[in-house]
């Protein structure tokens, strides 16, 4: 279904990680722009204008991706952006309620199938977009 290149704005902190991650993402044909800071995420969003939004509930310099993705869909910038929270606690999936398609708890999330699984989520999230599109119209 996808058969462009989808930029994602990948939020996490630690440093291993997200560099795991990018190179999953990478593989799948995503171009990937980084963040480990609520005010990157801000930042590179805003430059890059990113298809989909992956951040990490807690991020460095205590700050909060959920609040980051808060500020951006009080601007109305979320429009369109598939956003997908990540973390370690099941508990940190109420800070994305309401805020993100999906949640990943990372502890049963497979590293070398990131990729393939934001590609997944993305597809649907398309669909489901265009279904939504033709049934208003």
């Known amino acids: ?20 991650y990018a190179a999953s993402l990478r593989e799948e044909g995503f171009e990937v722009v980084l963040a480990e ?10 430059c890059s ?10 991020l460095g310099e205590g700050t909060y991706g959920s609040d980051a ?7 109305g910038e979320l429009e369109n952006t ?3 929270g990540i973390s370690s606690s099941s508990i940190s999936e109420n800070n994305w309620r309401g805020l993100a398609y999906a ?3 990372k502890r049963f999330l497979d590293e070398k199938r990131f990729g393939k699984i934001v590609r997944t989520t993305y597809e649907t999230y398309l669909a489901k977009r265009i279904e939504l599109v033709h049934m208003g119209s």
């Open 37 to 46: 800071t609520a005010d990157e995420i801000l930042r590179n969003f805003r």
């Open 103 to 105: 949640f990943h708890n």
């Open 69 to 75: 993705c808060e500020e951006l869909l009080r601007t």
């Open 1 to 20: 279904l996808i058969n462009f290149m989808s930029t994602i704005l990948l939020a996490e902190d630690d440093y291993s990680l997200r560099d795991r």
């Open 82 to 84: 598939l956003v997908m």
């Open 49 to 58: 204008k990113p298809d989909i939004l992956i951040a990490d509930t807690c």
